[in-house]
């Protein structure tokens, strides 16, 4: 990898070599010490140009591979991850009153969210350091998407879900093979088993905050929505926020493509929680350090109460003068409504709380109703059709008659 120089802690700001089972700072030890990785640009203007990828025919992240802390000659899983489309989509700008919305709606990856941006690259380096099971903690999605990344690899999985995990997201574990372990607790104390179960068994881990070549898979959303606004940098990109990674992801590949003189400027980020768990934005608003929260929201991916990577997060936010907003699970339901009705957009809670949040900082003129805007959908809402149910009620139940049909409809079409 002569793109990668190697990992810089966040924290203390020692460099040190990008070797396998390196994750996090050595110095800063049990503190924590989350890395970033750090490249050479030249080298990877050197591999590739801008013109170059805009003309690629990989329809997928690895497009833009000299960005990515893989070795280009490493086995790479068989599915198309990434390279998800970005919509304009007219009816929702127009409920919304703005003329410059954008949608990355990301629950088209093979395993329906954004995760598997991060998966694929934790499949490829277990490989690479020739570890035959990988295992992660999650709140769902990264664990479902591990689990297809490694059943696309031919590696074992072994994933740690709280029990309040949708069904939808069990059932992508058991179908794509993994050893499930519904624990049945908060995702702290699931979190906290893994953490001991993968130091006991040495498996791969995926844990993204400590993990810091995850957030590097997860940095190419940001790569395609510089691409596909034809390298014209928006004026915010919006989303919701858990751990912090995804958050740090998307400022850290707009960084790289800044450095790597690709843009020419930077994007405000905004980041959205829930009001019924949002240690992160209260910490954001009140300018103070993060204390940890219940998990009390419908948007289970996002119910994080001890988030695993706040301080990359906190930093995305305020390196790009952006912002953080909380906003009721009724606003999340009433989101997905609104991207559904308006624009045929599934997402679920967490997949549309940027959307919410988006609404919130319009309302308040944060986000003026001219200025450029990506919102992304993190994750597809056939993954939690519960709540789906929840924000939209029941079908109109009928015999199969028309008298009684004409009855029904009366009044509603
Ligand atoms: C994981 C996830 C998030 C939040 O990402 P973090 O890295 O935990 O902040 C948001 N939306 C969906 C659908 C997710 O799966
Ligand atoms: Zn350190």
């Known amino acids: ?223 395609e929505i510089a691409e596909q606004l034809n390298w014209e940098v928006p004026d915010w990109v919006i989303l919701s926020v858990g751990d912090g990674c995804t958050i740090a992801g998307v400022w850290k590949g707009f960084k790289d493509l800044y450095q790597a003189g690709w843009i020419d400027r930077l994007p405000k980020i905004a980041g959205v929680q829930s009001t019924g768990c949002c240690p992160l934005v209260d910490a954001f608003v009140e300018d103070r350090p993060w204390t940890p929260k219940e998990e009390k929201t419908i948007a289970d991916s996002i119910a994080v109460g001890v988030p695993r990577n706040p301080d990359k997060a906190l930093n995305a936010v305020r390196e790009s003068g952006g912002t953080m907003v909380a906003v009721s699970d009724e606003a999340i339901l009433e989101a997905m409504r609104e991207l559904g009705r308006t624009s045929g957009i599934f997402g679920e809670p967490a997949g549309v709380t940027g959307t919410a949040g988006l609404k919130v900082l319009l309302e308040k003129g944060v986000i003026g109703a001219d200025e450029k805007v990506v919102s992304i959908v993190t994750g597809n809402g056939l993954k939690d059709v519960q709540n789906a149910i929840k924000a939209v009620g029941e079908p109109i139940k009928v015999e199969p008659s028309l008298q009684e049909l004409l009855v029904k409809l009366e009044g509603k079409i």
């Open 1 to 223: 990898m002569k793109n990668v120089l190697g990992l810089r802690c966040i924290e203390c700001k020692k460099e040190v070599p990008a070797e396998a089972g390196t994750y996090t700072c050595p110095s800063c030890g049990s503190k924590g010490g989350i890395m970033d990785v750090i490249y050479d640009y030249q080298e990877i203007n050197r591999l590739t140009t801008r013109e170059q990828v805009t003309k690629s025919r990989d329809n997928s992240m690895f497009r833009y591979l000299p960005f990515l802390p893989i070795r280009p000659e490493s086995a790479r899983p068989h599915l198309r991850v990434g390279w998800s489309p970005l919509y304009k989509p007219l009816g929702l700008a127009k409920s919304l009153g703005m003329s410059n919305l954008y949608i990355k709606d990301d629950g088209q990856n093979p395993t329906a969210s954004l995760k598997d941006r991060a998966s694929i690259i934790a499949v490829i380096r277990a490989v690479e350091e020739k570890a035959p099971t990988v295992a992660a903690s999650s709140t769902g999605n990264a664990a479902s998407s591990l689990a297809g990344s490694a059943a696309a690899m031919g590696l074992k999985s072994v994933i740690f879900v709280p029990s309040r995990a949708p069904q939808g997201k069990i059932a992508q574990l058991l179908i794509f093979g993994a050893t499930v372990i519904s624990v049945q607790g908060s995702y702290e104390d699931t979190f906290r088993l893994s953490a001991e179960a993968i130091e006991r068994f040495g498996w791969y881990n995926r844990n993204a905050a400590i993990n810091p070549y995850l957030v590097e898979g997860k940095k190419t959303v940001a790569l």
